[in-house]
Structure formats: C-alpha cells, structure tokens
C-alpha cells in the first residue's frame, strides 16, 4: 500500500501540473492491483423484485466500475445462514457483506429501527437529504460500527401500504387482538395498539398469513406484494404507509474487510450505494400504480384507506412509544432527536413545496393529451 | 483496446470459474492504463451552491472512482465560452463536458424543454423513475444525440419557487407586460399570459433585476435565491412551483470523447451522475427551509401562494401551449406523450402514497418531541 500510494500522488501531481488539453491521454504506469472477492447475503429471496435485484445491481455496478478488482457474490436469504442471522454472519466475519433493512437489527442495537424509518417520519426524499446533509450518515455509522460494520443506505422502498387484512379497520379498536405482521417501529406501535406482532423475513409471510398462524401481514407495497402472492390471503388492502413512509434499506459491510479496500475501491462502493439507493426507490415509482390496478381489477382486492380518527390515534401511539424508546437508550435518544428536528424543517419546505405542487397540478384545468 | 479487452475477458473468466472464497485477493496482470483528461464548462457560477458544486462533485467522485485516469477540469460559466454557448462547445470539440439544464438548449433541440420539467408535470422522485424505468434515459439520448452527445440526469432542484415579484399577483391578468426572466416551458406558458419573457443565464438575472431592465425572475428555491441576495430587487416571493416541479440538471459529453471510454470508466461516468443526481436533490431538501427563513426573518421577504384560480388558468395555459408545441415537432410529440403516460400512473400512485401520508402526518397528533 505504501508504494502505491507514492506512486499515485507523484501521477496526481503530474497532472496537476500540466496544462489542461482535450483528450488527451498518456499512459499510465502499470501497477500490480489487488483482486478482492467478497461474499454477500441479502434477508430477501434470491432476485426478489426491486430488493434482492437492487442488491444485484450494487455488485455489478461495483465490479463494472472496478473492472473486477471488487467481485461480490451474491446469495439469497438462507443460502447461507438464516435471514435474520445476516449481520451476525458478516460481523463474525462469515460474509463481508450484507444487504437488509435496519430495523431487522433491533434486539442488536435498538436504534437501527429508528434509522429504518420512524411512523408518521420522512419521506424518501427527506430521508435520502437527512442521511448527507443532515449528520444522518455519520449516526448511522456510530449505531453499525457497535455491530462492526461500516453503513450505506441501499435502496429505498418509498411509502409502502400498511398491509393485509382479512377484515376492515374501521378504528384503533380494530388492532386489539390481531396476529399482524409489522417489524420495526411500526409494529411497536401495533403492539401499543393491542396487535400480537410478529416479525418474520419475507419469504415466511405467504406461507404464515395461508396458514392463519397470523391474520393481517405488510410487507411493502403492490410491486411487492403482487409478486409474493398475498391477495391469495387477504381481502383488503390498507394506506396509507403511516408505519413505513420511506423504509431505509442498508447495505452493512464488515470494517475489517472496508478497511482493507484502497481509496478507490470505497469510493466505488460508496458511489454504487448512492446510485442503487435512488434506482430502487425509482423502480417502486414506476411499477406500484401498474400492480396496484392489477390487484384490483384482476384479483379483486378491497383497497382502502385509513380514517383520520384512527390515524389520529395511532400517531399519538407513535409519539408514546418514541419517546419512551428514547428515554431508555442513549444512542436511540441521539438519533431520534436528531431526525425530529430535521423532520420539522423538512415539513415546512415540503409544504410550500412538493405538497404545493402536488395540490395544484390536481386542480380542474385542461391539461396535455398524447397524441 | 484489443489486447485489453482480451486480458479482461480472460481474468473475468478466471473469477467466474472459482469457488468463492471470503476474502481471498490475488494479484491482477499490471496493465498499462490509458488516463483521459477532459474539461468540464458549466452554465453556473464556478461553484455556485448545490448547482456548481454538483459539478464539482461529479467530477472528484469520476477521480476519486477512477484513481485518476480520468481527470475532469471544472470551469464556470464564461470561463472558457458564454454560459449558454456551453452546448456548442462540446457539440463543436472544443470541451469533453458539460453540466447545465436541459431548456438552456431548445432553439438547438425543441424537445430539449420536455426533458427539463413540464410545468404541472412530475416531481423529481417521478422524474427519476421517468428515466430509469419509464424509458427516459433512451429518449433523452436520443435527443442529445442531435447534438452530439452522451446524456445524464446530473442534478435536480426538486420542486422550485415561482419568484421574485415586485408586485402581488391576484390573477392571471397579473402577468400581462411583466417583463419576466423564465426559461423553458413555463417561459412560454407565461408568455402565453401575456408577459414578456426572457431567458437568462443565472449570472446576470441579478444586475438585470437590479437596473429595472426586468420586473420579475424565477431562479430556483429559497438556498439558490439567497446565494445570488434576490430579495434585494423584489419583495414578493412565489410559490408554488407549478413551473417547474422539479428541474433536470444535465451531464452533457461528447459522443467522440464517451466513445473512447473503455467500459469501467463509462459506468464510472454513469453512477458517479446518479449519485451526484440524488445528492443535489437531497442538498435543496436539506437546505430550502432554512434559507426560507432567513429571506422571512432577515430579510423581510414576504412569501405568498398563488391563488387557486390563477394556478388554473396557468394548468389551461400549460396543456395550449404544450399541446401546440407537440404538434409541430415529432420528437417533442415524442417525449411529452412519453411523459404524459408516466405521469398518470405516478400521479395515482403518489395520490395514495406520498400524498395521503403527507396529509397523514400533518393531522393533530401528540408526536415524539427532542429532549
């Protein structure tokens, strides 16, 4: 490392050096580089759409970009340990990498569920400005680095739909006894609501909500949803994502194995991070309305929506739990905090804003026709 | 190239046919690598905020990325052509790059202003999901390729302000005779209200407001606005953004120059301009409110909403003036029919997600408070 290191400050300072000419080329000198070939587990099913296809994507991208001096190889949920084992096997130094969603970490150290996405919290957008320019990223780093790992926010799922459920919801009331499948915060706040909550990894739901070992299950949205099957189970559809308005998902590498990258290796996995973080979310965008219409005029689901009485009442459950969850843990008070206030200014720019626009362009004008 | 391409082919070969093992490394063949050097002009100010710095960001992470071999030289806008010349100095060979906004270049390519934004159009988390899904990208470098050269979204405002105005404006009556500093398609909606529109790069919008020889300009958002002191020549702040929702920002090159890359530096290029897309994003997100207060408290700006009526008449004016444009140019017809089917699906999709959550998260609720 050393030597390298001179040898690329002296090419640094040649060209620094010279006057600036258009395309032109010299070569450089040839240096011996290092092959690295990492092993990665996602917590989704192999290629699962948009999660495990954006954890396939972060590995192309890195090898395209490195030429192949960084090769991840990717397995699927169980391949090699169980889904929710993922960052045990990559901090025991398994795997060096991994690919889930933070709130899956939460007996490991509670925070992480408040850096996946807090109920009644931000958006994708607001989440995405809060990890660079809000200190976002530098907290996710202290909360990983208790786990050994270094953090890159991974793929954003956007607001997601609350879930599945065999009866409609009419009030608060309507939670108390139901086995529902909600991790994170969310399910917390389902749990304060009288819900039996569990959490299980994706490809166990299908199989647990057929088997009525539980009545009601989210997962994320009708791009997802569709695809695992769940209208198979369940009638009705519920919104809006007040659990999940922007599930942050993580990519976790071992420090031990980042540490032993060169300089532009990290870049390269920090930069592939940050362009399948936006092609996830982009891709949920797209597809959602598409499944959704499917949903509904195909197989018949009831999609329906939340009263304000009784999103007004789970947002003061949301409160509660917070603050409680914060008052007994250092780190979930720093990061929390931390997002409470970004959040308050976040809103006021996105009302004048987003929200703004997306009022007026629903306003009663003749707009463009294609052709 | 030829002997390269073969060496590549056989180590990649080599990778793919061993068993994976954790961490193992092994020295790559050293090979003589060609480094590029290009310039880079922009329409900004050299290292203008969010915008400027963009650019500059593009080019360290294509550095960083690269270890070098490919060298990017910034320069603002005026340093090596005019602002609005950049386009013909990378058509003509005289840069490699260029970063700007779409609607700088439609008396070369009309269909330049679709690309940009359609005012009553899509947000920039649509706008994304436009390219990446939707088929953008390819349109978009088909058009660029009338100009010869390579596309990238590099950079987006999200939703902006209308403006600086030194009058209210209580009706669509209100913008008859304005002399009004408005690019792309919303300057011509305006136009068709009756104002006397002008485009100008952003260097000069302030002397011009200053000496009178405009009453009114748009730029961008509160964090850009205040960087270039427009609340010293206009009292009236505007919003919303019907105008401009969310406004591309383009990553120009030579196709003569791109066509020299070998393919690590070209999905270099590519995923360090989707990082740096959704890091300006994220900077106006993080930034807007902040400077918003400022203008208010500081400054005493006063920020208004245009009334529903006038956002009205401006969404009929929006579908004429478009609608005309469409019809006497195929490629326009081309883009905007695009567009016009992607943004219905999102706009359902966003109506039952992102809008129904934002309202969620505006009821009246107890929420989690900072310590």
Avoid at 87 to 100: F, I, K, P, R, S
Avoid at 191 to 203: E, I, K, Q, R, S
Avoid at 309 to 315: F, I, K, P, W
Wanted: net charge negative; with cysteine.
């Amino acid at each position: 490392m050393q030597r390298r290191s001179v040898i690329k400050s002296l090419a640094t300072g040649a060209v620094a050096g010279g006057a600036a000419v258009a395309a032109s080329t010299f070569p450089k000198p040839a240096i011996a580089q290092q092959t690295f070939r990492w092993r990665m587990q996602t917590t989704w099913p192999k290629n699962f759409p948009g999660l495990g296809t954006g954890a396939e994507l972060l590995a192309r991208l890195i090898r395209d970009m490195s030429d192949g001096r960084l090769q991840i190889e990717v397995f699927g949920a169980g391949e090699i340990v169980p889904a929710f084992e993922t960052m045990d096997a990559v901090e025991g130094g398994t795997l060096e990498m991994g690919h889930g969603a933070p709130y899956y970490w939460l007996n490991k150290v509670p925070a992480t569920q408040f850096i996946a996405c807090m109920p009644f919290g931000m958006n994708a957008q607001e989440q995405n400005a809060w990890f660079l320019f809000g200190g976002g990223q530098e907290l996710a780093d202290k909360v990983y680095a208790e786990m050994g790992t270094k953090f890159f926010p991974s793929g954003n799922t956007g607001t997601q739909m609350m879930g599945w459920f065999n009866k409609e919801i009419h009030s608060i009331e309507d939670f108390r006894g139901l086995r529902y499948r909600l991790p994170g915060l969310g399910g917390r706040v389902a749990a304060a609501a009288g819900a039996t909550v569990v959490n299980l990894p994706g490809g166990e739901i299908p199989p647990a909500l057929s088997s009525g070992a539980i009545d009601a299950a989210e997962w994320v949205g009708p791009f997802n949803d569709l695809a695992f099957g769940f209208h198979q189970f369940a009638r009705y559809y519920y919104g809006p994502g007040w659990h999940e308005p922007a599930t942050v998902l993580d990519n976790f590498i071992s420090l031990r194995a980042w540490e032993q990258l060169p300089n532009d290796l990290k870049r390269i996995v920090e930069a592939a991070n940050r362009a399948v973080n936006s092609t996830v979310l982009s891709e949920f965008v797209a597809r959602n309305n598409d499944a959704l219409e499917k949903l509904i005029n195909e197989h018949n689901v009831q999609q329906r929506m939340l009263n304000d009485e009784t999103l007004t009442a789970l947002g003061n459950l949301a409160g509660q739990v917070m603050n409680d969850l914060a008052s007994q843990d250092a780190m979930s008070r720093e990061v929390m905090d931390n997002i409470l206030r970004f959040r308050k200014d976040a809103m006021a720019w996105s009302a004048l804003s987003e929200e703004a626009f997306s009022r007026a362009r629903g306003l009663d004008y003749t707009y463009a026709e294609p052709a």
